[in-house]
Every structure is written in structure tokens, then in C-alpha cells.
């Protein structure tokens, strides 16, 4: 009783209508409630109409639950406005629409600037992992960037889609309260704007391990997540379909046996969940791994450096190896 009592009242604190002190004054009103009746239920002293409200207000938030609709059409923040398109794939040329590639002085002064794209996937030649750390040693935000042989990167991210002038809540993300979406940047945006402007910690780590065909794969199965999402919109959920399980699940998709592991929730320690599969630069402990891969300060330092890609990878174990042979 007490833990579908708290999911009700995470549902309204998070997803009924009307004026923030509305929404709290049901909370308490219905907190009151719950723990009333199941203090009357554990003492065996509760009648059957605050039993029979109980029950009935938990149908109800349930029916309200699945009538929730993740939508496309909200005024949302500037930053994931777009939604990425893939315009044409022919199984090697894929062109996308709407990668982003911002300009970013701070968090509210920026260029927008959305550019169409193309890349020749037989030309990929490495995979990194991003881990940009915000909130603590046990969450941070996951990336992949694509390297090509021209020297281009291209990162993808999971990410909340916001609405102008909304801010992310761990807690509201259990509660339908954000939609998603797949980002597609430059490493001149995505990294950047984490490490010189938002003030996150932010460490990379060069991908082993696979085939050209594997490493592909993977780039195809953003595409089709890209495809997905812009087909029809989906709730993003902090356990379930977050910026790191999304990695797991398109991961598993050309690698079948990947374990499931507490990691894959406190995203923090993602990086030891990769050193473990033994997909990290081989031969280097993780420790040095580590600290050669805190790309923060080479990223500052970089500013508006058009080589920014090449001047935080400097020093980081497994670089002039790549990923695919």
C-alpha cells in the first residue's frame, strides 16, 4: 500500500494540471490519506470506505497513467527543438537532417544552427564513450561519437526533450513526465557546451574491440532509433530508457550476450561496466584510463578551437590505434 501510495503521489506532484501550490495541496491531502489508511489496515482497525476510496483513487490514477501521450508538438528549448532526420540511406551513405551544431557563449546566449550532413559509413573508423558527469560519482550523461576517416566526429545523445524554460528532474523522469530524444551533434557543440559551459566533468574513453561490420551496426541502430522517434514521440523514463541503457539495448543489438548489471542504472560507473566486457584500449588499467581520459581541462583550454576534436583527444590510451581494423 505504501509504495503504490507513493506513486500516486509522485503522479500528481508531477503530472496534474493547474498552479504548483494546487498540485501540493493534493500531494498532502493525499498523503494524509494513504498513510491513514494503511496505518488503519495494519492495525486491522480500517472500515471499508476509506478502504474503497483507496482502491478506487488507485484505478483511477492507473487509467489516468495509461491515457498519458508522449507528444511532438510542444514549444520546446531551443537546444532539441529538431527532431534528427534520416534523409537518405542507401546501407553505406546516410545524409541527416537537423545535427546540431550550436554556438554556445553560455547556457542562455547561443547561435542556433541546425545543418544537414553526410557521411560514407564505410569510412568510420572508431567509436569513443563520452561520460559527462553532473550530478555526483554515480550519474552522468552517456555519448557516442563516431569518428571518420576525414577526421569528422559525429556524437549521439539520449536526451530529455524540453520544453522552453523546463529543467530536468531524476524523479520526474519516473513519472512520464519528459518525452525523449536522439540528438545528433558536433563534438564543437555537445562536448563542448558540458565541459566550458554547463561546468560538467567530462571524460572519454577510446572503443575496442570491433569489426568495421560491428562498428557500423552500431551506427545503423542509431539510425533506426532516429527513424523511431521521429515517427512517433516516447516518454523518456530514468530507469529504463535513458541516455545508457539506450547504449546497452543498440549494443546488445550486434552483441546478443551483453549481461545486464547494476551499472547500467548508476550510470556513473558505466565506464568500469565497458572496462569489464573488455571493449576499453587493452593493456591500460582503468585508473590511467581514467585520468588520461579527463578530457575537462584540454576542453576549456581548447575554447573555439576549430581542431577542438583533436586537442582533447591528446594523451587519451588507444587514439592512434581506432577502433575497427
Known amino acids: 500500500m505504501l509504495v503504490a501510495a507513493l506513486w500516486v503521489t509522485g503522479l500528481l506532484a508531477y503530472q496534474l494540471p493547474g498552479p504548483g501550490w494546487l498540485r501540493w495541496v493534493a500531494v498532502a491531502a493525499w498523503a494524509g490519506f494513504a498513510l491513514t489508511t494503511a496505518l488503519g489496515v495494519a492495525r486491522a482497525r480500517a472500515g471499508r470506505w476509506p478502504g474503497a476510496v483507496y482502491v478506487g483513487a488507485l484505478v483511477l490514477c492507473g487509467v489516468w497513467w495509461l491515457l498519458l501521450t508522449p507528444r511532438q508538438d510542444r514549444v520546446w528549448a531551443d537546444d532539441v527543438a529538431q527532431r534528427l532526420k534520416v534523409v537518405e540511406f542507401d546501407g553505406t551513405h546516410v545524409v541527416l537532417d537537423n545535427v546540431r551544431d550550436f554556438t554556445w557563449r553560455s547556457e542562455d546566449d547561443h547561435d542556433v544552427r541546425w545543418v544537414r550532413r553526410s557521411y560514407d559509413l564505410d569510412q568510420l573508423r572508431s567509436a569513443d564513450l563520452v561520460m559527462s558527469y553532473w550530478m555526483g560519482p554515480m550519474i552522468a550523461h552517456t555519448l557516442i561519437s563516431f569518428g571518420f576517416a576525414d577526421g569528422r566526429q559525429l556524437v549521439f545523445s539520449l536526451e530529455i526533450r524540453k520544453e522552453r524554460g523546463e529543467s530536468f528532474s531524476a524523479l520526474g523522469g519516473f513519472f512520464r513526465k519528459f518525452e525523449m530524444t536522439l540528438v545528433a551533434a558536433e563534438e564543437t557543440d555537445i562536448i563542448r ?27 545503423v541502430s542509431y539510425l533506426g532509433e532516429a527513424r523511431k ?18 547504449v546497452y539495448e543498440l549494443a546488445k543489438q550486434i552483441a546478443p550476450g551483453l549481461p545486464l548489471d547494476y551499472r547500467l542504472l548508476v550510470s556513473g560507473y558505466f565506464a568500469e561496466y565497458a ?28 575554447g573555439n578551437d576549430p581542431a577542438f576534436s583533436q586537442v582533447i583527444r591528446q594523451g587519451v590510451p588507444g587514439m592512434q590505434q581506432g577502433t575497427a581494423p
Not at 558540458?194 to 562498428?215: A, F, I, K, P
Open 193 to 219: 557546451v558540458r565541459s566550458n559551459v554547463r561546468g560538467e566533468d567530462v571524460y572519454l574513453y577510446r572503443l575496442h574491440g570491433m569489426t568495421r561490420e560491428q562498428l557500423k551496426g552500431l551506427f
Open 229 to 246: 522517434l521521429d515517427a512517433a514521440p516516447a516518454f523518456y523514463n530514468t530507469l529504463t530508457s535513458n541516455c545508457t541503457t539506450i
Open 275 to 302: 572496462r569489464d566486457l573488455g571493449v576499453l584500449t587493452p593493456g591500460v588499467d582503468f585508473a590511467t584510463l581514467k585520468a588520461r581520459g579527463h578530457i575537462t581541462d584540454r576542453a576549456r583550454a581548447a
